[in-house]
Structure formats: C-alpha cells, structure tokens
C-alpha cells in the first residue's frame, strides 16, 4: 500500500551554519561596537542579546537573512517576546520547530478526511502518515497539504510504493 510521512524537520546544521556566520557578522559590523548585540544557539533554541528591542530587531534581521540563504525556511522559528535582563539590556528567545504539534496534526488528519480522496491518514508521534491505493491520489494529498497548510514548513518523505 502507498504512502508517505509529513513532517516538519528544519535542517540543523544549516541552522547552526546561519547562527555562527550572523554572530560573525554582529562581531565585525561597526554599529554592534561596545554593545551586548550577540546571539547563540543551544539545543533548539536561539537567544538573541542587544541593548535595546531596536538592536533586537536589527540581530533578527541579520539571522534570518543568513537563514535564507542557507535555504533553511523562517517558518521554522517560534519567536518569543523580548526580556529586560537587568540594566538597560533585553534578549528575545526565538526557538527552532521541530515535530508537528498534536493540534496541526490533527488538523491535517481532518483536512484529508474532509476532502473525500481515497486515502487515510493517521497521526505518528510528530508525523502524519498519509495511505492510499494509487499514487494519484497521493500526490492529490500532498498538494492539498501544501495549499491548506501554509504556516508551518511541511515536507514529505519517506514515500513507499
């Protein structure tokens, strides 16, 4: 029986490669001298650091445009709200989804479901298993994933035939 997974699985390394170069450039641009304007990436998490929510803003415009160029999706992040951390200093935690929520799962499940295609769906762990009889009507399915489903960043693997 054909199938295929959606999932929501950001690319890593590609992440950690556009923090490391956005902190290289925060570290050699003139307007970030003598401040606290900085970023770092733990787990799945990117924190960034400025002196004000200004400069807060300018570190996340940097960070997704080395995101973009990594080709690495900005749909991916969870942005937070901005902190104070004593003094006059703030930090924006910003971070990196990965898994679909039981919520937008069950969303896909239910979009599949009502759209009268001759496949099933079924929630596994954070992936959406999608089966069916023909591969038509799969690739029915991928496209009405894709049409329905445009904030989060799906892709589809593991495809069986």
């Not at 900005?74 to 990965?98: E, H, N, P, T, Y």
């Amino acid at each position: 029986m054909p199938s295929f997974d959606t999932v929501c699985e950001p690319n890593l390394v590609e992440v950690k490669n556009a923090v490391e170069n956005a902190a290289k450039e925060i570290g050699t641009r003139f307007d970030f001298k003598g401040t606290s304007a900085a970023l770092e990436l733990k787990d799945k998490e990117i924190t960034l650091f400025g002196d004000a929510e200004f400069q807060l803003q300018q570190v996340e415009d940097i960070l997704t445009a080395k995101l973009a160029k990594r080709n690495v999706d900005v749909r991916f992040l969870d942005k937070g709200d901005a902190q104070k951390i004593g003094g006059d200093k703030v930090k924006q935690v910003i971070k990196v989804r990965s898994g679909i929520e039981s919520e937008a799962s069950k969303k896909i499940q239910r979009l599949i479901k009502d759209s009268k295609l001759k496949v099933q769906a079924a929630i596994q762990g954070d992936a959406v298993r999608v089966t069916g009889a023909k591969r038509d009507d799969l690739q029915a399915a991928m496209a009405l994933i894709r049409k329905d489903i445009a904030d989060l960043p799906l892709s589809f693997n593991n495809f069986r035939d």
